[in-house]
């Protein structure tokens, strides 16, 4: 069923009958979701009091000034009307809601709307209604979800990979392991692409320096960001195109085209695999470029971004 109501803006109370008019915004709903299985909370120190939602109503602001405006128009042109109207004038002009009353006009008038009392936080009915929801006579609520899920809900992270895990629930599990299995867990299985400050929240008890020893068994340093290594992700020839790609990244930002294309073919089914974590690519300029930098980092670790690149010179 399509919902539509009308929302006046109400200007300044020093605006006239004709402002008021003029102010309209119509706002359109399309149709109501099923409630079903929806729930409301309330939350009352540590426990949170579910109450179970059975129907969505719909809310009309007050029509009033609009209705009364459409009044002084009729009675305008009655007047107009019965004097004849002057010789070469007109009838007033209608604006907006200044307009004849259709038959969408009478249907709205005739809807049986219901007068709704606001009551503020703190009065007799709002109190009632308030400790009605905190009852636990209530009935049971059956939960499909699982109290995992539920838990995961309230944490929302975004999807991993190819297993689909949360990224929250996942750091849950990765602090229970040694750090060295962080690392490979989490480039593997997470992000392949990290800032080195993100990284430190793997190992919250452990110093930079002992972190920075560990990282590059699991990762190469491009930028300033900490990519998985690609023998972690590939164990055949597309881990050395995808060190070819990295090793022309530490040179320059972006990468033509047309030498990727000679790398890894553009029909390749790896090649979005590879690509994706790793940069995006710019139609206008027929290029990919690297995703981002850490220059941060660059700038606090300046001997640790020596000896990485002297070890890139190796490849």
Known sequence: MEQSSKCCLHPTAGSTTEQKRGEEETLSSSKAEDVSDYAVGVLKGKLVHLNHIDAVVQLRPSMSHVISGRAYNRKTLQSWEMNGGASGSRAPSRKGDERPEDSKDHAEDSEPWISLTYQPA??????????????????????????????????????????????????????????????????????EVNHFDALKHLAPTISEEEILKVLPDYAYLVRGLWVCKSSLLFDDGYASKRDRILLEFTKRESIP???????????????????????????????????????????????????????????
């Open 257 to 315: 085209e047309k030498i990727l294309a000679v790398w890894i073919k553009p029909d390749d089914l790896r090649r979005k695999r590879i690509l994706l974590p790793l940069c995006r690519r710019r139609g206008v300029l027929k290029d990919y470029k690297f995703k981002t930098s850490d220059l941060s980092f660059l700038k606090r670790y300046p001997d640790i971004v020596n000896e990485l690149e002297c070890a890139w010179s190796t490849h």
């Open 122 to 191: 703190g009065s007799n009915i709002a109190t009632k209604y308030h400790d009605k929801m905190i009852s636990n006579d209530g009935v049971a609520i059956d939960f499909t979800m699982s109290n995992t899920d539920y838990v995961m809900s309230l944490c929302p992270g975004a999807s991993t990979s190819s297993k689909h895990i949360n990224k929250w629930q996942a750091i849950r599990e990765i602090l229970l392991l040694p750090l060295e299995e962080r690392l490979k867990k989490w480039f593997t299985e997470v992000s």
